[in-house]
């Protein structure tokens, strides 16, 4: 498994996208959207535990519940990172809360740096096969992701002219990468995949099961309009795909990046069905 992963171009080349693509994310936060979630405190609140404190937790309990699993710390380790952009298009498609869709991504992204590192630090303590260097994790993450983050507000805020065309141009650039990388890296690892594919996909599968089904009880005890829950949901399974990657490659963890893509696979098929289903 290492030496496949290791040879694959694709995974390779998606940390040096990473910073485009928070650039973007940075770029496309509109204020005004944000202030919209002001009247709706409650669900951006809950949406953002469920996106930094639940989900984390059922990584942790999927762990230790696949103990014995290749992918045993993988499963925590994925739900970790923020949730995806692409969580954007599929609230739009469910006609969901756009505002807080938004809101909880850029949120989430934005705390990141600091809510991985953090669970990682309560991980690796039930872990004694993690060996994490947390200071050099931590710089990673900052310089990938909040630097280009805040670059992309400041952007936003002081040259809006200048955001707009190059949020323009990045769009294109960035979902042809995407669609390239999401064809090729799986295409590379083609062979391990295949041979994980089963255990990657009951293990994920458990996953997004709890999701659904946490994310349906709290919802409910909280009195979460429907609209903000489906949204919420389409949040939780739309974790960031390329920072589980650079997540896998910082932390020398190759299985990481292989349930990585499983899960991208089988959480895109759960979120975009969900998305189509009008009544659910």
């Known amino acids: 498994m290492v030496d496949i992963v290791d040879s694959a171009i694709s995974f390779k080349v998606i940390p040096f996208f990473i910073p485009l693509l928070f650039y973007f994310l940075g770029v496309n936060t509109k204020i005004s959207e944000l202030k919209k979630l002001i009247d709706e405190k409650k669900s951006f609140i ?36 923020p949730g995806g952009h692409v969580s954007g298009l599929l609230t739009h498609i469910k006609k969901g809360n756009i505002a ?85 890296g799986p295409f590379e690892i083609r ?21 659904t089904l946490v994310n349906f009880i709290a919802s409910k005890s909280l009195n979460i309009t429907k609209k903000n829950m489906q949204t919420i949901t389409i949040e939780g399974f739309c974790q960031n795909f390329p920072i589980v990657v650079v997540l896998g490659a910082s932390l020398n963890m190759p299985e990481l990046i292989v349930y990585g893509v499983i899960y991208y696979l089988v959480s895109m098929v759960f979120a975009v069905s969900y998305a189509f289903l009008k009544n659910i």
């Open 191 to 211: 062979e391990v995949m295949l041979d994980n594919f089963f255990e990657g996909f009951r293990v994920a599968l458990f996953s997004l099961v709890c999701i």
């Open 46 to 81: 809950y949406g953002l535990t469920l996106q930094i404190i639940f989900l984390p937790l059922i990584g942790i309990a999927a762990s230790r519940i696949f103990s014995s699993s290749i992918f045993s710390a993988a499963v925590a380790l994925a739900l970790f990172v």
């Open 100 to 184: 807080l869709t938004v809101g909880l991504t850029s949120v989430a992204s934005f705390l990141s740096p600091f809510t991985i590192v953090l669970w990682l630090n309560f991980i690796v303590r039930d872990n004694q096969d993690l060996n994490i260097n947390f200071v050099q994790t931590f710089l990673q993450l900052l310089i990938l992701v909040l630097v280009p983050f805040i670059l992309g507000i400041y952007i936003l805020i002081k040259k809006p002219t200048f955001a707009e065309s190059s949020s323009k141009k990045l769009d294109v650039f960035l979902k042809v990468i995407i669609l390239i990388l999401s064809f090729t």
